[in-house]
Structure formats: C-alpha cells, structure tokens
C-alpha cells in the first residue's frame, strides 16, 4: 500500500532505539508487533546489561536510622550500550516504595524488593515502569531468588527458602502465572553447611555452588538436584553462569582469572578456556596494585564483565581487550558493585507484569 514503510527500512530504525520505546511501540499495530517479538530484531539488537546492582557508602538519601547508623544504599543503574560512560540509575518514582524497601535480588530485568515493615515482596520492571506486590509467604524466609527468562516466558518465580534440612531446605515458590505460593522440599544431594549463596539461574534451574568444590543444579519445576563436581575450588570470588548454552565456572584470585566450560554434563567433564591476568585487562602498567573481580558471562560472546575499583568492564576474552567500560564512582565514594545481568530483548520482557 501507498505510504507504508518496507519492513526491512523499518527493522533497521527499530533496531535502534531503546528497549523502553521498543516496548511502548508494540502496541502500534499488530504488524509492528511481530516484527518486534521476532527473533531476527532480537538478534539484531544488542543485550541489555539490564542490572547492575551496587552499593554506594555516600547514600544519596541521608535518612540516618537507628541510632544515627546511615542506613545501606543499593542502587539499580542501567549500563548498555555504546561503548561504556558513566553508569546512571533509572528513575524509579513510578514504584511506590515503602522506606524500608531495599533491592535483594534481579534476574534479567526484574528487580526483587523486599520491605520489613510491612513484610512485602515487589516484584518491578525498571523498562516497562510497571510492578506487583507478592501475596506474603507463609513462612519466614531467610533467602529469596527471582528466576526469570524473557526469552521463555512472561511468567516469574521467586523462591524463598525458609528452613535448612541436614542435606537440603523447605522452600516456597511464588509462581507468576498461578498467582500463587507452595511449598516444596529440596535435597540437595550434599550437606547443607557446604552450599553457599551464590546462585545463578538459567533454563528454569538454579545452580548453586558449594564450597565443597561442586555446582548443584536444582530444577524448579521437578525440585529434583543434580551434583556436577567443579575444577577448582569455590571461593567467596567464584561464579557459575552460562555462555552460548554451556554451563561455564569462574575462579579467581583477584589477580588472576581461570575460565572451565561443563563439556559433558553426564560425565563432569571441564575444559579451560580462558585465562586472564591484570596485565591483559591493564595495559601499559599501573602505579596502584590492581586487581578484578569477576562479574558475569556474556550469554552469547567470548565476553566477560569485570569489576576494577569503580569501573565495570566489558573484557574479550579472544581479542584481549577492554571492549567498554563504565564508570559507577570514585575511590572515596567507597563505591562497589554486587551483581550484573544480562539478557536479550524479547517480547516477554515488555509484557512481564502486565
């Protein structure tokens, strides 16, 4: 028809613009829609370093509470796109938090509040500006996760776990579509003194690592465990996350990172892939002793996210180089950062929450 635009000029100006336009024109027509719910936009655009979570000593609020203790600041910033700057935190005005709100968890867009006076659960979507208050559990919950794949569904669940067995916990599950929460018992197949916090969540399992030197996957929808030993040992500065579909490990001494892939699930066998050092992200010396803590996988490049002292980079592990940075503070600002997610754009992310 006359005065139309070709689709092929109009997924080259889409893929362009930001996600929160993104999201809003999918409600032009139905053809815009599912261009922009394709798989060929979504390749096209560039992944959302959508949470960065930091804490930030200097507490913009000022509030001091009990007993002139300033109270933690944990901040949500956006850091896409474009070869790095100055990290930036979203307005967040549209959500209506209660003064003791505070960020524990996010997982690929969605942020997890948590407030204790009143006891609630919000669940809030920094690019749509829409939320959900949570039915409260029935237990008192001693750690909570929020599991989400924008690329699977709209749907999410937050897990509270609420007792510890001598092997596993009693957890309860809130599950977005059911609107609902249950209990469930896990077996973690190991001693629970040995499992630690550190949770990564993909392909609706979480995958927690145990300082006895093991990854236990935990499928969400069965609550059955599998127990993969790792290659090196588990430190408070090791991950566990997912590149191009693969399980991966990182471990580091803060000096000096070393990369595992799970070549074969069934059988526990790694590979290492990489192996990085300060002279491979610091080029040229530097006067300070430096050292990175690693961050994140990139889901679909050799890429990984690093924190230095107040920047967070974007390192190729293949061509050795810093591909972007992004600046969160100065040294006095006593700025550090505590998790990062990444995720593609995808339909199911403009209509989580809706």
Same mark, same amino acid.
């Given at each position: ?5 070709? #689709? ?69 910033? &956006? ?8 990290? $930036? ?17 996010? &997982?690929?867009?969605?942020?997890l509040y948590y407030s ?27 750690? @909570? ?5 924008p690329c699977a569904s ?17 957890? #309860?599950?809130?599950? @977005? #579509? ?6 469930? #018992? *896990? ?8 499992? @630690? ?17 093991? *990854? ?20 408070? %500065?090791?991950?566990?996350?997912? &590149?191009?579909?693969r399980l991966r490990f990182?471990? @580091?001494?803060?000096? %000096? ?5 799970? !070549?074969?699930?069934?059988?526990? $066998?790694?590979?290492? !892939? ?36 107040? !920047?967070?980079?974007?390192?190729? *592990? ?13 040294? !006095? $600002? ?21």
């Amino acid at each position: 028809m006359e005065g139309e635009m070709d #689709e092929d000029v109009l997924t080259e100006i889409l893929a362009r613009l930001p996600c929160r336009s993104l999201a809003r024109f999918q409600c032009v027509s139905t053809s815009w829609r599912r261009i922009i719910s394709s798989d060929y936009l979504r390749r096209r655009l560039p992944l959302i370093t959508s949470g960065v979570l930091y804490h930030d000593d200097t507490h913009r609020g000022g509030d001091d509470l009990d007993g002139g203790r300033r109270q933690q600041a944990y901040t949500y910033a &956006c850091a896409s796109g474009g070869g790095g700057g100055t990290a $930036e935190a979203p307005d967040m005005d549209f959500f209506p938090r209660h003064e003791t709100s505070t960020i524990i968890d996010g &997982c690929n867009g969605l942020l997890l509040y948590y407030s204790s006076r009143p006891t609630a659960f919000h669940v809030v979507n920094p690019t749509t500006r829409r939320w959900a208050e949570l039915p409260p559990p029935r237990a008192r919950t001693l750690l @909570s996760v929020l599991a989400f794949d924008p690329c699977a569904s709209p749907h999410y669940r937050v897990v509270c776990f609420t007792g510890w067995l001598p092997r596993g916990a009693t957890i #309860e599950v809130f599950d @977005s #579509e059911r609107g609902a929460w249950r209990d469930h #018992e *896990v077996d973690f197949g190991l001693d629970t003194d040995a499992m @630690s916090a550190t949770m990564h969540y993909s392909g609706g399992a979480l995958h927690v690592l145990a300082y006895s030197g093991h *990854v236990v996957r935990v499928d969400l929808d069965t609550m059955a465990s599998a127990v993969t030993a790792l290659p090196a040992p588990v430190s408070c %500065r090791a991950r566990a996350g997912h &590149c191009r579909g693969r399980l991966r490990f990182a471990s @580091s001494d803060g000096t %000096r990172l070393r990369i595992w892939e799970l !070549k074969d699930a069934a059988g526990g $066998e790694w590979a290492l !892939k990489h192996e990085i050092g300060v002279s491979d992200v610091v080029s040229g010396g530097a006067s300070q002793p430096i050292t990175f803590l690693f961050m994140a996988f990139h889901p679909e490049r050799e890429l990984v996210y690093l924190w230095s002292p107040w !920047k967070l980079l974007a390192f190729d *592990v293949v061509e050795r180089r810093v591909e972007e940075e992004w600046v969160f503070g100065s040294e !006095k $600002e006593g700025t550090h950062l505590i998790q990062v997610w990444l995720f593609p754009f995808s339909r199911h992310l403009a209509n989580a929450l809706a």
